[in-house]
């Protein structure tokens, strides 16, 4: 018989279990997240006298056979498809996450209403909106007519049952898993608890059954996505969709997928109609370029398969503060002070009496090594006041040393510039000759004071940096 047990605190960021209340998680170190949660029902433990439950065999096969690629359904979205890897694959369940009124319903209203105008049987569960709610969105987006069926519920089991009568559907959309709640777990809905529970049984329906499933995940303050981690382990991908309020662009990662490639991206744009695809980003990044004004540079950079040019802007202005503010807007400020450091150890540019500002144009996140040079151009030019040229890309990896280091797909990059309109490049040395295969003037750079030299005397008027800010090695 079964027995219920004592309840227990958990914390609500990362899952742990603790014995007592206490006001600071030993396992994450995050304070006034654990909750108490009633364990609900456990089974007994066997004791004397109490037979084990026997096992059920199954087959086991062996390790050599045929392979088969997942069949998968294209989205409709191409975009959606190029971070999924092709489209949903049968029976696998995707959790997507992103800040509140980023556009997460929207995208995933669009996706099912273009399965659904493929022939293909797509379901919207919304346990936060009425169904009167998710109609109006779709009306506004011109979706009104598409054979999506919706309904809003938060009972996981009621979920269940419904979905399995009739034909199975193609594609689930449950938003969010914070709202759904099962029977077998003993405590509120939003809990780790009630999460984990919940998500199990929609993750076996999914297998059961061939559905593709999405989750929607709501995220904390840190952009993480809400729950227990062990929820991100149990789903098939996890997609994460970024962007920030003031501008129109919408990025969509793949933080983990187990069907395709986790270094994609997808480019969307807000628009009255919803979410719009977007071709070409380089483009929309580079549309509102303000030419000739110091302290912009143009990254050529690479997010997955696709080459990405985006201006790189910086701000060095003195400070009367004892110590200087350094902010970074789409980059990783540790990677902003390895660049300072290399410039004022190597090539003497004095910039501990200076505010820094490093914001990538667009609302882009870029996390490849290769934009230091563009960054280290940028600071230069706005310290020196003197603009860089403005059909120039740059790109190269910085060492501590001062070495510029060279990286990948130097070619894809180079052939996105020409696309673009742009003439030169500066690059490390070792790609000097994709550049004159392509018929594009090169500066190719060795160590980065080079290029500090080369910006500081094209100033006409050297306003920030004195007559021995800037020394020549050798």
């Not at 206490?22 to 995050?30: L, M, N, S, T, V």
């Not at 991908?237 to 003031?246: C, H, I, K, T």
């Not at 744009?269 to 110091?294: C, D, Q």
Request: proline share 5%; hydrophobic share 45%; net charge neutral.
């Amino acid at each position: 018989m079964a027995r219920r047990s004592s309840p227990s605190f958990i914390c609500q960021n990362c899952g742990a279990t603790h014995g007592r209340w206490q006001g600071k998680c030993e396992a994450c170190g995050e304070w006034n997240t654990i909750a108490e949660e009633g364990a609900g029902l456990a089974a007994a433990p066997a004791g004397p006298g109490r037979a084990p439950r026997k096992g059920r065999r199954f087959a086991l096969e062996p390790l050599k056979g045929e392979a088969h690629d997942a069949p998968r359904l294209p989205s409709g979205i191409a975009e959606l498809d190029r971070v999924t890897g092709g489209g949903f694959v049968r029976g696998s369940v995707l959790l997507l996450g992103g800040d509140p009124g980023i556009g997460k319903s929207t995208l995933l209203i669009q996706a099912a209403a273009a399965l659904a105008g493929a022939g293909y049987r797509a379901v919207y569960i919304s346990g936060e909106e009425a169904v009167a709610q998710v109609r109006l969105r779709a009306e506004r987006l011109g979706l009104a007519d598409a054979p999506v069926e919706i309904a809003a519920e938060t009972s996981v089991e009621d979920i269940v049952a419904t979905l399995s009568e009739g034909a199975t559907p193609r594609l689930v959309i449950v938003d969010s898993i914070q709202t759904m709640w099962t029977d077998m777990v003993d405590s509120a809905p939003g809990t780790v608890t009630q999460v984990r529970g919940s998500a199990q049984m929609l993750i076996r329906f999914a297998k059961r059954s061939g559905a593709a499933v999405i989750l929607v995940g709501h995220v904390t303050k840190d952009g993480q996505i809400a729950g227990p981690r062990v929820v991100e382990h149990m789903v098939d991908a996890v997609l994460s969709f970024e962007g920030e309020g003031s501008h129109q662009f919408r990025i969509l990662r793949a933080a983990k997928n187990r069907f395709g490639p986790t270094d994609e991206i997808g480019v969307f744009e807000m628009t009255g109609l919803g979410l719009r695809e977007v071709a070409n980003p380089s483009e929309l990044f580079l549309s509102e370029r303000n030419l000739g004004a110091p302290g912009t540079a143009v990254f050529a950079g690479i997010e997955g398969t696709r080459p990405l040019l985006v201006e790189i802007q910086a701000l060095v202005v003195p400070t009367s503060l004892g110590t200087p503010r350094r902010a970074a807007v789409g980059w990783d400020s540790s990677r902003l002070a390895t660049v300072l450091a290399v410039l004022e150890a190597h090539c003497g540019v004095k910039l501990g009496g200076h505010d820094i500002y490093l914001n990538v144009a667009g609302g882009l996140r870029i996390v490849e090594p290769a934009a230091d040079l563009a960054a280290a151009a940028a600071l230069v030019s706005s310290m020196t006041g003197a603009p860089l040229p403005a059909d120039a890309v740059y790109f190269g990896e910085v060492s501590l040393s001062g070495a510029v280091r060279p990286v990948a797909q130097a070619a894809a990059r180079l052939k996105e510039a020409q696309k673009l309109g742009f003439a030169r490049a500066i690059l490390p040395d070792t790609a000097r000759a994709e550049a004159a295969n392509l018929g594009l003037s090169s500066t190719a750079i060795g160590m980065l004071v080079d290029l500090v030299s080369d910006i500081a005397a094209g100033a006409e008027k050297p306003r920030k940096m004195g007559p021995r800010a800037v020394r020549q090695d050798g």
